[in-house]
């Protein structure tokens, strides 16, 4: 997602991604089958700068410039988290 340098299209996907997990949540809410992965908390990608290829998971980070992976974190959590003041749509 990082090659993108679009926060903006970075918002809306986890606005997406937020979207459907709230539906998920709520239908299981509903059905009281809550089980593992049926909640409001999801894994992100990961905002640590990449700066050792030997690690080995660079795919799970915006890169290894420091200020475009702190705009692209920020968007995916404010897409993920919604704007409303008071509830949260999830959790990264």
Same mark, same amino acid.
């Given at each position: 997602?990082?090659?993108? #340098? %679009?926060? @903006?299209?970075? $918002?809306?996907?986890? @606005? +997406?991604?937020?979207?459907? &997990?709230?539906?998920? !949540? %709520?239908?299981?809410? =509903?059905? $009281?089958?809550?089980? =593992?992965?049926? &909640? /409001?908390? *999801?894994?992100?990608?990961?905002? %640590?700068? #990449?700066? @050792?290829?030997?690690w080995g998971r660079?795919?799970?980070? !915006?890169g290894e410039d420091? *200020? /475009?992976? &702190?705009?692209?974190?920020?968007? #995916? +959590? =404010? $897409?993920?988290?919604?704007?409303?003041?008071h509830i949260i =749509?999830?959790?990264?």
């Open positions: 997602m990082a090659a993108t #340098f %679009n926060p @903006d299209l970075i $918002g809306e996907i986890a @606005d +997406v991604i937020s979207t459907e &997990g709230r539906a998920i !949540y %709520n239908e299981a809410q =509903k059905s $009281g089958e809550v089980q =593992k992965y049926q &909640g /409001l908390t *999801y894994w992100s990608p990961n905002v %640590n700068i #990449f700066r @050792d290829p030997r660079g795919q799970e980070t !915006y420091p *200020y /475009l992976s &702190g705009v692209l974190g920020e968007a #995916f +959590v =404010k $897409g993920l988290q919604g704007n409303h003041p =749509k999830s959790a990264a």
